[in-house]
């Protein structure tokens, strides 16, 4: 059974930075397509940026720019580096898998303040 274990999230000042991580459990991360979603109270879950086996990267439009999505097979690990942070980045982000089946880990809260 695949788990997947968010952290990194806090508090932050508007124009700072976060570096979020998702640790995979098992051994299918390597094969696995990976990405960040986001939950702010009283919206639907939204895509954030994702990332495929072979490296390729996607992202929502509204943190291009400003949000990088990178893997470590290496380490199982799935990261979410985001900059310029604004107020309306505030949300639990969580981290998917795809490997045919989705996993979603726990998330962790993301908080901007202004």
């Known amino acids: 059974q695949v788990q997947l274990v968010e952290s990194g999230g806090g508090l932050v000042q508007a124009g700072g930075s976060l570096r979020l991580s998702c640790l995979a459990s098992?051994?299918?991360?390597?094969?696995?397509?990976m990405a960040w979603a986001r939950q702010a109270p009283g919206k639907q879950r939204e895509f954030v940026a994702g990332?495929?086996?072979?490296?390729?990267?996607s992202y929502a439009d509204s943190v291009k720019g400003r949000f990088t999505i990178s893997r470590d097979n290496t380490k199982n690990t799935l990261y979410l580096q985001m900059n310029s942070l604004k107020p309306d980045d505030t949300a639990v982000y969580y981290c998917n898998l795809n490997a045919g089946y989705v996993r979603w880990g726990q998330g962790t809260q993301v908080t901007v303040s202004s």
């Open positions: 098992g051994n299918i991360f390597r094969g696995s397509a």
């Open positions: 990332i495929t086996v072979g490296g390729s990267t």
